[in-house]
């Protein structure tokens, strides 16, 4: 379905798009898409996203009613956090740029597809952004070489097993179609579906933080060093929209548990 907003806040909804010449051109530049459902902003207007607004993503109490803004200034797409408690990463379709938007903050929108993902409650969102004319150019993920995806992270490594904490909390997001919504297991489910005790998979999953907030990855800790109580969720954002785990990876989750059980039952005997 295709969303066309107009400045008197209203939406048009039809299932072409629109072709229009000079202004209406502009304005038909940036497109929204999420859950398969195409939003068109108009260049003189905001539109808005959260649980309210001309994007409504879901009745989820802890969504802000009106959380991100789009809006065209000086002949620039923007992104606004008009919120006051949630974050979003915003990051490339490569994976090779990425941003932590929080309240109040803002972004440009330069590249020709941007995904932007963002945790409410225990729900992870993600939509895109295309834009017809991008102000840069972005190289196809083919050319971008062999190790996107790979355990090596820039100056990070990490063992299978920590990966594996990565993938099995990202797992309903690797596994989900295109844009949309997915929960994000508990601890307690993750481990459960590693194989591991409660306590193994949180020791591995302080470990992965731990790595990357000493890389700079924002939002894995709290002030004073304290592990920020989101973290999974935040971690989850950064790793999939970096492409630090892609569906490929999914196949860890069972050589894990196979692992466990081939552990367990050694022990048992």
């Known amino acids: 379905m295709d969303h066309t ?50 994007l409504e993503v879901d009745d989820n109490p802890y969504l802000h009613r009106r959380f991100l803004e789009i809006s065209r200034v000086d002949g620039i797409w923007w992104l606004a956090n008009v919120g006051s408690l949630l974050s979003a990463t915003v990051a490339d379709v490569g994976g090779g740029l990425q941003a932590w938007v929080v309240p109040g903050a803002r972004i440009p929108l330069v590249f020709g597809h941007t995904n932007v993902i963002f945790t ?19 190289r196809p993920a083919e050319d971008a070489g062999d190790d996107i995806g790979e355990t090596t992270i820039g100056p990070i490594t990490f063992t299978d097993s920590q990966k594996a904490v990565i993938v099995a909390l990202a797992e309903p997001m690797l596994r989900r179609d295109g844009t949309g919504l997915s929960s994000i297991p508990t601890s307690a489910a993750a481990a459960k579906r590693l194989g591991w005790a409660l ?48 569906p490929a990876d999914l196949a860890l989750l069972d050589s894990q548990a196979e692992a466990g059980r081939a552990q367990h039952g050694t022990e048992g005997d």
Do not use: W
Not at 206 to 230: E, P, S
């Open 5 to 54: 907003a107009h400045t008197d806040g209203t939406a048009h909804t039809d299932g072409a798009a629109h072709a229009d010449g000079g202004s209406g051109a502009a304005a038909h530049d940036l497109v929204v898409e999420f859950c398969g459902e195409l939003f068109r902003p108009d260049t003189e207007d905001v539109f808005s996203i959260g649980r309210e607004g001309d």
């Open 120 to 138: 409410a409650g225990s729900t992870t969102y993600e939509f895109s952004v295309h834009l017809r004319t991008p102000a840069f150019r972005q």
């Open 199 to 246: 306590t193994k998979f949180n020791r591995k999953l302080d470990n992965v933080c731990d790595k990357l907030d000493r890389v700079g990855v924002v939002g894995l800790r709290a002030g004073g060093g304290k592990l920020a109580t989101n973290r999974r969720a935040r971690l989850v954002e950064h790793a999939v929209s970096s492409h630090l785990v892609t």
